[in-house]
Nanobody, 127 residues
């Protein structure tokens, strides 16, 4: 059973940075697709950034392009989400998710395709 553990959330001022990490246990990530999703209070969960682990193909939602970067950490069997220039509207619980196999580009961040989810980590952007 694949288990995901997120870390790195917290409180940060607007314009600040945070780095989230998602570590996977029991299963190497090489043949998976990994995504970061978020859910703000009163809103539906939305995709943030996703990556096909083997070839590093990525997808970002428009509002985070140029600010967020998803990357892999082979040594730790983990995936990171570097978040820069954070805005109050980025406040949410962030979840990492994994699906075995390599999703095609048009489906890279399709939430319904992911079947392993972490417990979530809170990110709050506020002055």
């Amino acid at each position: 059973q694949l288990q995901l553990t997120e870390s790195g959330g917290g409180l940060v001022q607007p314009g600040g940075s945070l780095r989230l990490s998602c570590a996977a246990s029991l299963t190497p990530l090489q043949d998976t697709t990994i995504g970061w999703f978020r859910q703000a209070p009163g809103k539906e969960r939305e995709e943030v950034a996703c990556m096909r682990y083997r070839d590093r193909a990525t997808y970002y939602r428009d509002s985070v392009k140029g600010r967020f970067t998803i990357s892999r950490d082979n040594a730790r069997n983990a995936v990171a989400l570097q978040m820069n220039n954070l805005k109050p509207e980025d406040t949410a619980v962030y979840y990492c998710a994994v699906v075995r196999g390599r999703l095609i580009n048009s489906n890279l961040c399709n939430e319904n395709a992911y079947n392993y989810w972490g417990q979530g980590t809170q990110v709050t952007v506020s002055s």
